[in-house]
């Protein structure tokens, strides 16, 4: 069974930063893409940002600019950097993950919180 353990999650003020990793573990194919999706109550899970083995990003709009995403590929591992936080970026923040093969399977972590509160 592939796992996806995440951590970093915590409650951040406005204006503060976090760092996010998730480690992707027991896949028999190669992770192409990994990254992480959010989801506030009451509303859709959207992208926050995604990176390939070749290094390729492809960021939400509302945090380019301030979320920076990177990955070990050796590692199977995956990094996200959150600065400049915001109110509106207080979500559950799922890690993502999908395999090489054409129509390959999914996977998604627990998800963890990240309040952004004063």
């Known amino acids: 069974q592939v796992h996806l353990v995440e951590s970093g999650g915590g409650l951040v003020e406005p204006g503060g930063s976090l760092n996010l990793s998730c480690v992707v573990s027991g896949n028999e194919f190669p992770i192409y893409k990994m990254g992480w999706y959010r989801q506030a109550p009451g509303n859709q899970r959207d992208l926050v940002a995604t990176?390939?083995?070749?290094?390729?990003?492809d960021y939400g709009d509302d945090v380019k600019g301030r979320f920076t995403i990177s990955r070990d590929n050796a590692k199977v591992t995956a990094y996200l950097r959150l600065a400049t936080l915001k109110p509106e970026d207080a979500a559950t923040y799922y890690c993502y993950a999908e395999d090489a093969r054409p129509n390959g399977a999914r996977y998604w972590g627990q998800g963890t919180p990240v309040p952004v509160s004063s």
């Open positions: 990176i390939t083995t070749g290094g390729v990003t």
